[in-house]
């Protein structure tokens, strides 16, 4: 088996992290009373979950949101997951894999004996059935707002238009499947264990007409029932109703090959209020949330609830848009990142153990290098700067985003009220430029209109091209289509390598490159955390928020 | 009275109308598009311009006001751009839930108010008068989402009383072919759950109902006081009608008539307070659906949604007016 | 100037005079009328603080003397030092909510402006002419009240984009159909009164009808439902920022918007939220004590 290349120091961080809450696990077995139903190991019981909204639909090639990725990620398995509690590739429908020399063609040797929820065998022909129904979709279900992951992943669909990474799938036997691609791609396999490429019951698929979209050209539906009333995967639970816009319900499965899940049932329930949730789980009416803002983890903590905090895979930054003078200026980007207090910052809006950040992206993943340029809270040498600069007209168009808070920025508003209080501080004139979130802010983001913002990132899988990549590797008007060709030809680079100590290397260099062009200033990576009620157990928090629910007990 | 509903009903027509163009036109007016409301942080300018090539979104205006005007008589009002689901389908599920809302906020602000009015007016500058007066002002200058978050802290957070959000506990079996939790419960011979539903109506409709109910307690109050002091309640007294008997043939429903009105006119105060109270509350009703459908540009969503809002408002204004006849005679012979 | 000017003018007079009257007899009802006075009060404290704010305040609102202290779960309450204690970035609630009041009477002032103004043209034109103009007018007024308030003012705001001025305009514009209904209504009741009759059968114009009787004599009750509309305003402006939809610039203060950035410290700083609600509660309930008080003194049917 070979898994990818990830870095250890990850493992061993992240195991660091889960030690605590491994420890009340154990203590949570120990005394989480059996309910006399008789099966070993099976406490039973049912998990209310507070979800921030409800699913878009379930069905993993069709949505790209976490609230619709929590429940997926209980009822379907891809050929591959993620270790608990981190980013490092693992067995799990596939037992085992390896890419020919050429790295376009990927052996999966499958796991036998398992079924899909609706009864049907999984096997190669399953896999297949899914890669194929994947690349062919048509229409509007090749939409980015559809098919998000395949359209960044793979690339192009089976007409053509726009060129595709895949270029196959075979069924050799009943348990081996072959996919080919069309050229070597290091991040493939690290995307695999995501809940776009998921397998799902080809039976169901057909059965439930998945694909079928209704409606006019202008406004299309989903028609199939597969999403809604009988998504069938191979995961430990499956199923069973949803009320929309309120709950969804999950029951167990019991042919599951692996361990069976230790709940009878999950209920997500839909709070889209932050400070709603919390109340919710102090007054018990649910067993746990995820997105707790950091000023209720410690309250919540000292009540009696448990807090887990996922490692940080995220950043957070200050873009500039070079396109707007005086942001070309390298100086003034530099005063910049000397000018605001990031330690002041993360101290009065993030919760303790929040880290700084140096680049843009986090020290947990490999290619992450601990030289690049820092540029560290002095005032003076900003003042200096912006006098080296030359520029005399020092007003700034600075933007925040409302109605949002993100893992890696709980409360942008805060965050924007500081940084402009440092840039005043050293001469700057900052104008308050803001939208609300979705969509006007991140439409004038992409789009380069405005000069100077607040975003960040949540890696969507563990391999440096899903952020340095994304952001850096060709020109790219959110930091205001600048081109560095040094930068994007190191990025092109790293992405084809397949020696991973080479390509560790490769993106350490990136961030060198980048640190010192300043394209933005990151200043965050934070924890985000998900809140449990005592007696709760069993729960491993991951950085790709992709936690399983299998092995959680309730007393 | 019949030609008085239908006369009422035609002049629906232009008003919807109306409202349609101006829908549609500011609709068109937002800045920013659907397309990006889809993809978040992830809107890059191809992936947008593939999307609004994917759902016709360039075609002039006026070809899709016209297929916007012909699909909405047929009740087709397309589908949500944000769930790909029929708009119809979402009305059917957050139309009873904000009905059934505001329902019992308008039962708590009329059983209390009313009443309240009443006694008030009846002992004038007295104690129990100037408690509700100042009472009724203070509810008015309250912000809802300040008392819903009050209402919520006490009684569902410090006391536990009551649930802090939803329509009915997560864990209750329940059937809802109706989508009004409370009858359904009672339709499928399931009163544990009406109860349940019930019990999470309490403080969402408390909060949304207080202002409501204060303007009710005032109304009443004036028209009783209007009333109390005509000639042929002072003749009744004279005559030496008991007091139960002139309240209920006299003062009371001739004190109605404006009372009426003011129900007619909170319905839509109702929906604005639903916007708030559905938001604090966690309640999956069209307040908080057509407000993210603004943030999201779901274009098909609002149009449909506000156009059956404004149906709904003005046929709760109908009522009102045919009420009216009901209670008064002497409109139903204009 | 006319014969029929100088006499509509004497008429006018006497009118007024009428008016006058009632006018002097509800200050004097007013002026005894506690509620009334605690209303006044109220509304007088409220425009000095907003006045004065610079001398009143202790700290300048964007100074940070909790900087260092403020972590998101200590936010210290109420001292000796800080009496509304300290917001979420470490800086004086007491002056913030004292500056707070500027912004609340700016934006509750210039929307009942707006609002008002656009009623009295619509109104005026409405009842003015009558016919044609009327079926229009009072159309595009059934089409605006329609939409249900608080759900019309969300789409205008979203129109506009972010901004003080946007949040005045869209409460301007829910106002104003009842503005002018408000005026129709009174013009149409005085169209038939007699002096109005007297007027015309005089011969005078009807501009000077309307603007130099009708107009004043409508104005009781436009006052009073000024001083209502404040009341909303303030509540209206708040319910706008708490959905994100007021001011772009978070530096300077704003009771909605501090109240709605504070839910999220609700359970740990409970006070971040109680100071700013309360300051629109107070505020409000001053319009609404005086506006309630005015209309009942103006209105005949209390006089007892």
């Known amino acids: 088996m070979r898994t990818t290349s990830l870095s250890r120091r990850f493992a061993v961080i992240s195991s660091a992290v889960v030690v605590s809450l491994v420890l009340a696990a154990c203590g949570g077995d120990d005394d989480g009373d059996d309910d006399g139903d008789g099966a070993e190991g099976t406490a039973g019981g049912s998990l209310v979950f507070g979800a921030s909204a409800d699913p878009i639909i379930l069905d993993g090639a069709l949505f790209s949101d976490g609230e619709s990725a929590r429940p997926a990620y209980q009822i379907f398995e891809g050929l591959v997951t993620t270790e608990e509690g981190g980013t490092e590739i693992v067995p799990a429908l596939a037992e085992s894999w390896e890419p020919s020399e050429d790295g376009l063609e990927w052996t999966f040797h499958l796991r036998e004996g398992v079924t899909f929820h609706d009864g049907t065998d999984f096997n190669a022909e399953a896999v297949c059935f899914n890669f194929e129904r994947w690349y062919n979709f048509e229409g509007v279900m090749q939409s980015p707002a559809v098919s998000y992951y395949w359209n960044t992943v793979f690339g192009g669909f089976a007409d053509g238009a726009v060129p595709s990474l895949y270029a196959g799938c075979e069924a050799t036997d009943e348990s081996t499947a072959v996919i080919s691609l069309t050229r070597p791609s290091s991040a493939f396999i690290a995307a695999m264990q995501m809940p776009s490429f998921r397998i799902a019951s080809p039976t169901a698929l057909e059965e439930g007409d998945a694909d079928a979209v209704g409606g006019t050209e202008e406004s299309p539906a989903f028609e199939g029932t597969f999403g809604y009333e009988n998504p069938a995967g191979t995961g430990p639970f499956r199923f069973e109703s949803w009320e929309r816009g309120s709950n969804l319900t999950l029951v167990r499965y019991d042919d599951y090959w692996g361990e069976p899940a230790q709940l009878d049932e999950i209920i997500f329930t839909v709070i889209p209020d932050g400070p709603a949730r919390r109340q919710a789980l102090e007054a018990g009416d649910i067993d746990g949330y995820d997105l707790v803002d950091p000023a209720d983890a410690e309250a919540l903590e000292g009540a009696g609830f448990q807090i887990m905090r996922r490692p940080a895979f995220n950043v957070g930054y200050v873009g500039f848009q070079q396109n707007h003078p005086p942001f070309e200026n390298i100086n003034i980007r530099k005063a910049i990142a000397h000018a605001i207090n990031k330690e002041n910052l993360i101290q009065t809006n993030y919760p303790e153990g929040t880290e700084i950040a140096t680049q843009f992206m986090p020290p947990e993943l490999f290619g992450w290098a601990d030289d690049v340029t820092v540029y560290d809270y002095d005032p003076e040498e900003a003042q200096r700067l912006i006098a080296e600069s030359g520029v005399t007209d020092l007003t700034l168009e600075f933007w925040y985003p409302t109605d949002v808070s993100r893992p890696y920025m709980p409360n942008p508003q805060a965050n924007w009220e500081l940084i402009t209080a440092d840039l005043e501080a050293v001469g700057f004139t900052v104008v308050p430029m803001t939208a609300p979130w979705n969509p006007d802010y991140l439409d004038a983001q992409s789009t380069g209109n405005t000069p100077m913002f607040l975003l960040g990132w949540t890696g969507d899988f563990g391999d440096p091209d899903n952020f340095i990549g994304t952001f850096f590797q060709t020109v790219n008007p959110q930091f205001g289509n600048f081109e560095n060709p040094e930068i994007f030809a190191k990025l092109d680079e790293a992405e084809a390598e397949t020696d991973p100590d080479r390509r560790t290397e490769l993106y350490q260099e990136a961030n060198r490159l980048i640190a010192d062009f300043v394209p933005g200033v990151p200043y965050v990576h934070n924890q985000p955390a998900v809140a449990f009620r005592e007696g709760v157990s069993g729960y491993v928090p991951g950085p790709l928020n992709n936690e399983s629910f299998a092995a959680v007990t309730v007393d | 009275m019949l030609r008085f509903v239908v006369r009422r009903l035609l002049q629906l027509g232009p008003i919807l109308l109306g409202l349609s163009l101006l829908l549609f036109v500011w609709l068109r007016a937002l800045p920013g598009g659907p397309a990006a409301a889809l993809l978040g942080e992830r809107a890059t300018p191809e992936a947008v311009a593939r999307i609004e090539e994917l759902y016709g979104l360039n075609e002039p205006w006026y070809v899709q006001y016209w297929k916007f005007l012909v699909n909405a008589v047929r009740l087709d009002f397309g589908n949500s751009s944000r769930t790909n689901r029929p708009v119809v389908e979402e009305m059917l599920r957050t139309f009873p839930a904000t009905i059934e809302l505001g329902t019992a906020a308008l039962i708590f602000a009329i059983g209390i108010g009313i009443p309240l009015g009443y006694f008030a007016a009846r002992r004038y500058g007295r104690w129990l008068d100037n408690l509700s007066v100042s009472g009724s002002l203070i509810g008015v200058a309250v912000p809802v989402f300040f008392l819903a978050y009050i209402l919520k802290y006490v009684f569902a957070v410090r006391l536990g009383w009551l649930p802090t959000g939803g329509r009915q506990d997560p864990r209750m079996d329940a059937e809802h072919p109706t989508g009004f939790y409370v009858l359904d419960g009672i339709i499928t011979g399931n009163l544990e759950a009406s109860l349940d539903a019930i019990v999470h109506l309490i403080l969402p409709a408390i909060a949304l109902g207080a202002i409501p109910l204060a303007i009710i307690v005032r109304i009443t109050r004036a028209s009783v006081l209007d009333v109390v002091h005509e000639d042929y309640v002072r003749t009744a007294e004279a005559k030496g009608l008991y007091e139960r008997t002139i309240t209920r043939r006299h003062v009371l429903r001739n004190a109605l008539l404006p009372v009426v009105t003011v129900i007619g006119l909170t319905a839509g105060l109702l929906f604005s307070g639903a916007i708030l109270t559905e938001t604090v509350f966690a309640w999956d009703g069209v307040g908080r659906f057509v407000y993210e459908a603004i943030g999201n540009r779901d274009y098909a969503v609002l149009q449909g949604f506000i156009l059956m809002i404004a149906i709904l408002y003005v046929l709760v204004n109908l009522a009102v007016d045919v009420s009216y006849g009901l209670i008064d005679p002497r409109v139903r012979v204009q | 100037m006319s014969l029929a000017q100088v006499e509509a003018t004497t008429e006018s007079a006497k009118v007024s005079e009428e008016g006058g009257s009632l006018r002097r007899d509800a200050w004097r009802r007013l002026r005894r009328d506690p509620v009334a006075l605690v209303g006044f009060g109220i509304i007088a404290l409220f425009v000095l603080v907003a006045i004065f704010a610079p001398w009143i305040a202790p700290y300048d609102p964007a100074d940070r003397p909790g900087a260092g202290i403020v972590t998101p779960t200590n936010i210290p309450g109420p001292s000796a030092e800080f009496w509304f204690g300290l917001d979420e970035l470490g800086r004086d609630e007491f002056s913030r909510v004292v500056f707070g009041a500027r912004t609340s009477l700016l934006v509750g002032v210039v929307a009942l402006l707006l609002g008002m103004a656009g009623g009295l043209v619509l109104g005026v034109l409405a009842g003015a002419f009558g016919g044609k103009v009327d079926t229009v007018i009072m159309r595009i007024v059934d089409v605006m009240l329609s939409i249900p308030g608080l759900l019309m003012a969300i ?107 504070t839910q999220r410290y609700l359970a740990s700083a409970p006070h971040l939220a109680f100071f700013p609600g309360m300051a629109i509660v107070i505020a409000a309930l001053g319009f609404t004590l005086l506006g309630e008080r005015l209309r009942e003194a103006l209105d005949p049917k209390y006089r007892r």
């Open chain 3, 155 to 261: 789409a205008i705001a979203a129109l506009l984009g972010r901004s003080l001025l946007s949040v005045m305009i869209a409460i301007a514009v829910i106002n104003i159909p009842i503005f002018a209904r408000l005026l129709r209504g009174q013009m149409l009741a005085q169209r038939e009164s007699d002096y109005v009759l007297a007027a015309t059968s005089l011969g005078v114009r009807r501009r000077s009808i309307v603007f130099g009787h009708v107009l004043p004599n409508s104005m009781s009750p436009v006052i009073v439902q000024a001083t209502l509309t404040l009341a909303t305003a303030i509540i209206e402006a708040a319910g706008l920022s708490f959905l994100g939809l007021g001011s772009p610039d978070p530096r300077v203060p704003e009771w909605g918007l501090m109240l709605a950035n």
